[in-house]
């Protein structure tokens, strides 16, 4: 069978399939940016104590591949609490996790790309610390931050694949479930691959007018 062919037949799972993985990545997403958020503020605190606790957790989360991350919360925590866990739930949880991660690590650095002065200047005109980050240090740092969490949202949306080992049902699975009926795996995975294809370049072509509109609006300041 040819592949427009293929396409034509297997058109509705493929959308099920690519509508999963999509709103999987979007959940953890919003999930890991506030993770990311919280974990790149602890890490640039003053405490040793909070900065510790972002150190592990990124620590963590860099250390291990995301493979084992996923079996780890799909099949070893609901071993050790004699629970079962939902395929979807635990990868939303585990790509969460991990994104979480790197976006605290982002964070951090966008914070430190801002000059000192900036948060000394704010502090000498009686902001306090809290108010200084969110209305001086942040929207600045959001500008350095902007292609580099562009680039994490399309990494995620590629970690989705790595689901499929959990059983969960988004592009790859589909593919693979469909090979199982056709056994054409040439056709199959090109057509996969093409979906994935799609959306990753849409998403690379909005970070470029993103990072093109940004240094506009810098050069013009």
């Known amino acids: ?11 509705p799972r493929l959308i099920a399939g690519l509508g999963l993985t999509v709103e999987i990545t979007i959940i953890s997403l919003i999930l890991a940016g506030i993770l990311g958020m919280v974990f790149g503020l602890l890490s640039v605190s003053k405490r040793k104590s909070l900065r510790a606790i ?9 250390g291990t591949p995301l493979l084992v991350q996923a079996f780890f919360i799909y099949f070893g925590i609901p071993a050790a609490l ?18 979480g991660g790197y976006l605290a690590e982002i964070v951090r650095g966008g914070i430190e790309s801002i000059s000192r002065g900036q948060m000394e200047a704010a502090r000498s ?20 931050m902007t292609p580099a969490l562009i680039n994490q949202c399309i990494i995620t949306l590629k ?23 056709n056994y054409q795996s040439f ?22 007018r993103i990072e093109r509109k940004m ?3 810098k050069s013009n300041n």
Request: hydrophobic share 55%.
């Open 1 to 11: 069978m040819s592949i427009p062919a293929l396409i034509v037949q297997y058109w």
């Open 54 to 62: 972002a150190l592990v957790y990124v620590d963590i989360v860099r």
């Open 82 to 99: 004699g629970i079962q866990s939902d395929p979807v739930v635990s990868g939303v949880i585990t790509l969460s996790l991990n994104a």
């Open 125 to 144: 005109l009686g902001l306090p610390y809290g108010m200084a980050m969110r209305s001086v240090i942040l929207p600045q740092a959001i500008r350095t």
């Open 159 to 181: 970690d989705t694949s790595l689901l499929s080992v959990i059983g969960v049902t988004e592009l790859t699975q589909t593919g693979r479930l469909i090979i199982a009926n």
């Open 187 to 208: 056709e199959v995975w090109a057509i996969v691959a093409m979906m994935y294809f799609v959306i990753i370049m849409i998403l690379s072509k909005i970070s470029k």
């Open 215 to 217: 240094s506009y609006g």
